[in-house]
């Protein structure tokens, strides 16, 4: 249903388990980093009124997940470390080419957000369902449900501004080009490491 052209390895999950104030702290800057991409989108489009109201409403949900890993962290007797390097993030954005239309700038920038979402959202299933701590496997699941529903908002305002038929096949390329990525992932206890 995501889409995603190559599944994550579940022994990712016990790479995790070792480390959860790891994968806390990266994850907390997931959370930050999504509300970060929803304000740059409002400042970028602002003509685009209808996507200017749903990542207005985005950017309480996601500064509220922040939160809600901010509490975990801090609840388990931890301090936030510094943010860590997203390998996955750096390497996917370079797919598309700089440049082009505003459209097109529009239609990569929530492309990328929407497949961002899409592998967010397997590896917190993945979480939900492996993780031997039944209290945060439950609060990835619960997460993992927002997720899904940003990677289908991202997706369908693409294919709502750009042409359907080019969004389409950008869409596919992305996914082949991420699936290259991450056969060199699934090894770090980050959310896309
Ligand atoms: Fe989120
Ligand atoms: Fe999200």
Same mark, same amino acid.
């Given at each position: 249903m995501?889409? =995603?052209? =190559?599944?994550?390895?579940?022994?990712?999950? #016990?790479?995790?388990?070792? #480390? !959860?104030? +790891?994968?806390?702290t990266d994850h907390a800057y997931c959370e930050q980093k999504a509300t970060s991409t929803a304000i740059s989108l409002i400042v970028s489009f602002p003509e685009y009124t209808e996507l200017v109201q749903e990542m207005t409403a985005l950017v309480? /949900? /996601?500064i509220s997940h922040f939160k809600m890993v901010h509490d975990k962290i801090i609840n388990r007797g931890w301090t936030l470390g510094r943010d860590r390097k997203d390998d996955y993030v750096i390497a996917l954005l370079k797919f598309f080419p700089k440049g082009g239309s505003r459209t097109d700038q529009l239609v990569h920038r929530l492309l990328?957000?929407? =497949? !961002? +979402?899409?592998? *967010?959202? /397997?590896?917190?299933?993945?979480? *939900?369902?492996e993780l031997k701590d039944k209290e945060l496997a439950e609060f990835y699941r619960r997460l993992m449900v927002s997720e899904a529903?940003?990677?289908?908002?991202? =997706?369908?305002?693409?294919?709502?501004?750009?042409?359907?038929e080019m969004v389409d096949k950008k869409w596919q390329d992305l996914l082949d080009y991420e699936a290259n990525i991450m056969k060199d992932l699934g090894k770090k206890e980050t959310i896309h490491g």
């Amino acid at each position: 249903m995501l889409g =995603l052209k =190559l599944p994550t390895d579940p022994r990712w999950v #016990n790479i995790v388990e070792k #480390n !959860i104030e +790891e994968i806390l702290t990266d994850h907390a800057y997931c959370e930050q980093k999504a509300t970060s991409t929803a304000i740059s989108l409002i400042v970028s489009f602002p003509e685009y009124t209808e996507l200017v109201q749903e990542m207005t409403a985005l950017v309480k /949900e /996601e500064i509220s997940h922040f939160k809600m890993v901010h509490d975990k962290i801090i609840n388990r007797g931890w301090t936030l470390g510094r943010d860590r390097k997203d390998d996955y993030v750096i390497a996917l954005l370079k797919f598309f080419p700089k440049g082009g239309s505003r459209t097109d700038q529009l239609v990569h920038r929530l492309l990328y957000a929407a =497949l !961002i +979402e899409a592998r *967010s959202c /397997e590896r917190f299933r993945l979480l *939900s369902e492996e993780l031997k701590d039944k209290e945060l496997a439950e609060f990835y699941r619960r997460l993992m449900v927002s997720e899904a529903n940003h990677y289908t908002m991202f =997706l369908g305002f693409a294919r709502q501004y750009g042409d359907r038929e080019m969004v389409d096949k950008k869409w596919q390329d992305l996914l082949d080009y991420e699936a290259n990525i991450m056969k060199d992932l699934g090894k770090k206890e980050t959310i896309h490491g």
